[in-house]
């Protein structure tokens, strides 16, 4: 069972990379320097947003992969 834990977490952990890289791309270059585009509030909508939601949904589902794995391997 630990193995497929360890196969899970590998896989759950390249996607949330991925969706991490996806909104660092899609917040505009002035935001990857350091730099702030406006100073006005900014509400997530459509890709952001899903984008947002899916990446807590998968670092909530590593973490609970995380204890589970640690749980079962002892």
Known sequence: MGV????AQIIISVALIAI????????????VFGGTETAV????????R?????TIGLSVAFFVIT????????
Do not use: A, D, P, W
């Open 20 to 31: 991490i890289l996806l909104q660092v791309r899609s917040g505009g270059m002035g935001g």
């Open 50 to 54: 899903t984008l947002f939601n899916i």
């Open 41 to 48: 509030h900014k509400t997530r909508r459509g890709v952001e």
């Open 4 to 7: 497929y834990l360890n196969i």
């Open 67 to 74: 204890i589970i794995n640690v749980i079962v391997t002892g």
